[in-house]
């Protein structure tokens, strides 16, 4: 059973950076897949970004691009998203996810397949 504690939400200025970091524990970390995924006020949960269980491999959402970068320290047991030129539309509940997987370059899309799930942390984006 892995555990996930998300971290590093708050209100921000649109226009601003945010840091969330998500520790892992009670499983094998290298094992997973993990994932960040958003619920927006009044909206379905959707993904935001993933990377694979090496680090090696990542997927972003559309509006996430260019934007925002996920990246893990194995070591730490954690995952992180960095999310640059917030915008007020990505106000939502944040939380990471974590797939058990058996490839070293898989990353995983869709919420349904995640296994594990944190509480979330809340972003809040001011115009």
């Known amino acids: 059973q892995v555990q996930l504690v998300e971290s590093g939400g708050g209100l921000v200025q649109a226009g601003g950076s945010l840091r969330l970091s998500c520790a892992a524990s009670?499983?094998?970390?290298?094992?997973?897949?993990m994932g960040w995924l958003r619920q927006g006020p009044g909206l379905e949960r959707e993904f935001v970004a993933g990377i694979s269980r090496n680090g090696g491999s990542t997927n972003y959402a559309d509006f996430a691009r260019g934007r925002f970068t996920i990246y893990r320290n194995n070591a730490k047991n954690t995952v992180y998203l960095q999310m640059n030129s917030l915008k007020p539309e990505d106000t939502a509940v944040y939380s990471c996810?974590?797939?058990?997987?058996?490839?070293?370059?898989?990353?995983?899309?869709?919420?349904?397949?995640?296994?594990?799930w944190g509480q979330g942390t809340q972003v809040t984006v001011s115009s």
């Open positions: 996810a974590a797939k058990s997987v058996t490839s070293n370059w898989l990353t995983v899309r869709f919420p349904g397949e995640y296994d594990y």
């Open positions: 009670g499983g094998t970390f290298t094992s997973h897949a």
